[in-house]
C-alpha cells in the first residue's frame, strides 16, 4: 500500500530527496540519493526479514480504541458547536477539531478492519517476500552487513 512519503537530506550533496513509500516503512534501508547516485543507510526502513514487522501493523486493538477516543473527541466538539451556535457563536476552531478528529477516527477504524478481515497480514506476506528475495542477493547482504547491520548467513 503506497500511501506514505518519506523525505531526507543527502548526507554526501545535501540534496533533498522524497520518494513514496508504504505505510509502516518496510523495505530497505539503503537509500540512493537520486541527486548524486551516493547510497546510504537510513534506520527509519525495516528489513523486515531481519528487523521484522512493526508490532502496531497487526494490532487491531490499538486503532479501535484510537478510534472511540476520537470519536469521542468529535462528539464533544460537536456538542459544544451545537451550544454555542444556539448562543449566537461559534469558535472555527471547535468545528475544525470535531470534523478533523472524526475523519482521522474513520482512518482508524479502516485500519482496524483491514487488520481483522486479514489484508494487512496479505500485505504483510508481500512484504516478506519482497524483503527476502533481497536478502537472496549476495551483493545486498554485503551492502548491508558494511553499514552494520547483522544478517545471519
Excluded: H
Excluded at 478510534?67 to 468545528?95: D, E, P
Excluded at 478528529?101 to 506476506?125: E, H, M, P, T
Aim: hydrophobic share 35%.
Amino acid at each position: 500500500m503506497q500511501v506514505s512519503y518519506t523525505e531526507w537530506v543527502c548526507p554526501e550533496c545535501k540534496t533533498k530527496n522524497r520518494e513514496s513509500c508504504n505505510t509502516w516503512m518496510y523495505g530497505s534501508p539503503i537509500r540512493e540519493c537520486k541527486a548524486c547516485r551516493s547510497e546510504y543507510l537510513d534506520r527509519r526502513f525495516r528489513e523486515v526479514a531481519i528487523d521484522g514487522f512493526d508490532p502496531r501493523s497487526n494490532n487491531a486493538k490499538i486503532y479501535v480504541k484510537g478510534a472511540l477516543i476520537l470519536l469521542a473527541i468529535a462528539l464533544v466538539c460537536g456538542v459544544l458547536t451545537y451550544f454555542q451556535y444556539n448562543g449566537g457563536y461559534y469558535s472555527m476552531k471547535v468545528v475544525v477539531a470535531g470534523a478533523a478528529s472524526a475523519l482521522v477516527a474513520i482512518a482508524c477504524g479502516i485500519n482496524a478492519l483491514r487488520i481483522k478481515l486479514g489484508f494487512q497480514n496479505k500485505d504483510n506476506d508481500k512484504y516478506m517476500a519482497e524483503s527476502k528475495a533481497r536478502l537472496s542477493d549476495p551483493q545486498y547482504v554485503e551492502k548491508l552487513r558494511k553499514y552494520g547491520y547483522r544478517v545471519q548467513k
